[in-house]
């Protein structure tokens, strides 16, 4: 889970590695809260993974590792040869040279070694990493047609199940990519040469001015002043912290203990779709999922047709009376609430109110099948569900360019539960 503003690349801000500093940002202890992520924010962590350039890496330490082993045998060889013609028990140089040989063959069989070390521990991430790619994704897909079929209560209760079950692939992943990444290396740092006994050929006194530095281009003056753009960061869930605090010091701790995490005005909810189509939400909507910021209870939210200008209604899911919209990030009015001109509701008048006319003269107010707007088309519908969706439950979508729309199954026609 992304915790910064900065990335990971040298260009984002991010950390550049230094040998002296191998593995001491990263420790082994720590673990994620992954209750604080329901599946659709942990598929937004992993859909990007399993990529190409990750599996890469992969090839290449591995190639890197075969050709300094083949490298290494070479010089052996050539060393074993010069030996033979060149004795060390003769010669003091020719003993100082052939030690330099055995220093430069021990060393490049170490990078291979730690080459070949680090590449298995990255093919080990990789792989943890796409299976539960592919196993959040199909959990994703459940998550997106559990509204088809039941109601409210069969909602909260698969949706708990399945992020019981996203939380559990999760945890053992991040407990298999810690074990793998210890023990990635770095390549041990070669002795201190002997001094080269050779004079260079040439070297720039104080008397000799040294060509002034190159000028960048245009073009390169101009990309390097571009900010860097950071990666995406997808919030938690309201009242739960991203991360579990390990214990410090030698007293005693509650085991599993996580402190609550304040809920945010504003932060997105855990949020079930409801396509269009459903006979709680017939115009698409969402159902709001129980927890800190919401209640003991969900609540249903039904989207109005569209272009009627009507606020969405926000209803309990266990009963008649309107709920609270919470920690809606969106405003969500009941829609049919006209108030008088002092501000209260006693001008509003009633849904039946008959207007008296004076027989014979044609009525002013007109049928009201010629005032009435036209049905929405199917089209219509499920572009302002989607759109309206991927604002409300997954805002950090709409600041990635060129986004896709959240994955979910238009349900086409409306059955009863």
Request: overall charge negative.
């Amino acid at each position: 889970m992304n915790t910064g503003p900065v990335g990971m690349l040298r260009d984002e801000g991010g950390y550049v590695a230094k040998p002296q500093d191998a593995l001491v940002l990263w420790p082994t202890h720590g673990q994620t809260n992954w209750i604080a992520a329901d599946p659709p924010r942990v598929w937004d962590m992993l859909r990007h993974e399993d990529d190409e350039l990750g599996w890469e890496q992969v090839k290449g330490l591995r190639a890197l590792a075969s050709l300094l082993t083949a490298q290494a045998d070479k010089l052996a060889g050539y060393r074993d040869a010069l030996a033979q013609m060149w004795p060390a028990d003769q010669s003091t140089a020719a003993s100082l040279a052939l030690n330099r040989l055995d220093v430069l063959i021990a060393s490049m069989r170490a990078d291979s070694g730690t080459a070949i070390q680090n590449a298995l521990a990255i093919d080990g991430i990789m792989t943890v990493t796409a299976n539960a790619k592919r196993e959040v994704h199909e959990i994703v897909k459940q998550w997106e047609l559990t509204t088809h079929e039941g109601g409210p209560e069969w909602w909260d209760r698969e949706a708990a199940r399945l992020s019981y079950v996203t939380e559990q692939t999760m945890t053992a992943t991040e407990r298999a990519i810690r074990d793998h990444r210890a023990q990635i290396t770095m390549p041990l740092l070669p002795s201190e040469a002997p001094k080269d006994l050779r004079k260079p050929i040439e070297e720039p006194g104080p008397e000799k001015e040294r060509d002034p530095d190159p000028v960048p281009s245009p073009k390169t003056t101009v990309s390097s002043s571009r900010p860097a753009r950071g990666p995406i960061t997808i919030p938690s869930l309201p009242g739960y912290p991203p991360l579990v605090t390990t214990p410090v010091g030698n007293g005693p701790e509650l085991q599993s203990a996580t402190p609550p995490a304040p809920a945010t005005p504003g932060q997105p909810v855990s949020m079930l779709p409801i396509a269009p189509g459903n006979p709680y939400a017939p115009y698409g909507g969402g159902y709001v999922l129980p927890g800190p910021g919401v209640g003991r209870n969900g609540y249903v939210v039904a989207l109005p047709p569209p272009g009627s200008n009507s606020a969405a209604v926000v209803s309990s899911a266990r009963g008649n009376a309107v709920a609270s919209p919470g920690m809606m990030p969106m405003p969500m009015g009941v829609p049919g609430q006209v108030a008088s001109r002092d501000g209260s509701q006693s001008g509003r008048r009633g849904a039946d109110t008959r207007w008296e006319v004076t027989r014979g003269v044609p009525p002013v107010i007109g049928p009201e099948h010629s005032t009435s707007a036209a049905e929405p088309t199917q089209e219509e519908i499920e572009t302002q569900f989607r759109e309206w969706f991927t604002q409300t439950a997954m805002p950090w979508r709409t600041t990635e360019a060129r986004e896709q729309m959240p994955i979910i199954t238009i349900r086409r026609g409306a059955t009863s539960s």
